[in-house]
C-alpha cells in the first residue's frame, strides 16, 4: 500500500510531461499538414544524372567502409 504514495505522484508528473510535450508540439505546428510529407515520397526527383563526359561528379560520393 505505501507503494502507491510514490506511484501515484510518479503517474501524475508522467501525465503532464506528456500533456506538456503535446502542447509544445501543437505550438511549434507539428501537426499543421498531415497529408503532403505522406505524399512527397510518392514525387519523382526531376534532378538529372551527372555527365562523366564533361567532368560532373555525383552529388554526394558514396560512404566508405572501414572494416
Known amino acids: 500500500m505505501n507503494i502507491l504514495l510514490a506511484l501515484i505522484p510518479i ?38 544524372a551527372p555527365d562523366p563526359k564533361r567532368g560532373e561528379s555525383p552529388a554526394a560520393p558514396p560512404p566508405r567502409r572501414d572494416d
Not at 18 to 35: K, M, S, T, Y
Open 11 to 48: 503517474s501524475l508528473l508522467l501525465l503532464l510531461v506528456a500533456i506538456g510535450a503535446f502542447l509544445w508540439a501543437v505550438r511549434r505546428g507539428q501537426f499543421d499538414d498531415l497529408d503532403t510529407p505522406s505524399l512527397d515520397i510518392l514525387g519523382d526527383d526531376e534532378r538529372p
